[in-house]
């Protein structure tokens, strides 16, 4: 999950040898503020497990008191960071608003949870088969994108952070996986093409902010 440090928390909960990516502070300006971008798209669920964050692991005492043991605990730790994450996050956008330029906003596309055995499976489905999809955290993948949905809905308070729960046409696709596992999508599939079509659309017309759309004061 981009943007935090579960390395500076003061009760060990991950597993030797887990590294995570970039702090909010370190990737935020270099990477999307000071180069021109207007939207930045986030998506995250699938690495929130026991395997990474073994201090959850059941065989192993309670990562601090009152944390729930197993995934549960993953989850629960999950909800906590997501609303720090999105506070972070549109703080920094605010801080923005008064320097002018384009309107900024971050999207959070629902995560996508993987399809057992894919490389087996060479049509589209027609509805969605939970039961082919129950690896890993993979059925419980829904709970990561609720906790999202449900925290981002507070629109007074994340009014530039916003949910896209668009994963039902990938959830439709075990074909479209990478040659390498059953997670990841491939490009050419039209799946990613697809969230960029609508993610467009999305950011151009639903929110009314076209490309060249500078800030409304």
């Not at 995570?20 to 930045?40: I, K, M, Q």
């Not at 129950?134 to 629109?155: C, H, M, V």
């Not at 596992?181 to 599939?189: E, P, S, V």
Request: charged fraction near 25%; aromatic fraction near 12%.
């Amino acid at each position: 999950m981009i943007g935090l440090n579960p390395r500076s928390w003061p009760v060990k909960i991950l597993l030797l040898g887990v590294t995570f990516s970039l702090l909010l502070v370190l990737y935020w300006h270099s990477l999307f503020l000071d180069n021109g971008y207007s939207t930045l798209v986030v998506s995250t669920g699938g690495h929130w497990t026991t395997s990474l964050f073994g201090g959850y692991l059941p065989d192993r005492p309670p990562a601090f008191e009152g944390a729930k043991p197993g995934l549960e605990g993953v989850i629960d730790l999950f909800e906590h960071a997501i609303r720090k994450w999105a506070g972070d996050v549109q703080s920094a956008l605010d801080a923005r608003k008064d320097i002018g330029g384009r309107k900024r906003q971050v999207l959070v596309r629902a995560y996508l949870p993987g399809h057992n055995d894919c490389h087996n499976i060479k049509d589209i489905w027609r509805e969605v088969n939970p039961e082919g999809s129950n690896l890993y955290n993979w059925g419980q993948i829904w709970r990561y994108n609720d906790i999202f949905e449900r925290i981002l809905s507070e629109r007074e308070r994340y009014p530039d952070v916003h949910f896209l729960s668009i994963d039902r046409p990938g959830r439709l696709r075990p074909d479209a996986h990478t040659t390498s596992d059953c997670l990841h999508i491939m490009t050419g599939a039209g799946v990613m093409e697809g969230w960029s079509h609508y993610i467009w659309h999305y950011v151009s017309k639903e929110l009314g902010r076209g490309r060249h759309s500078r800030v409304h004061k």
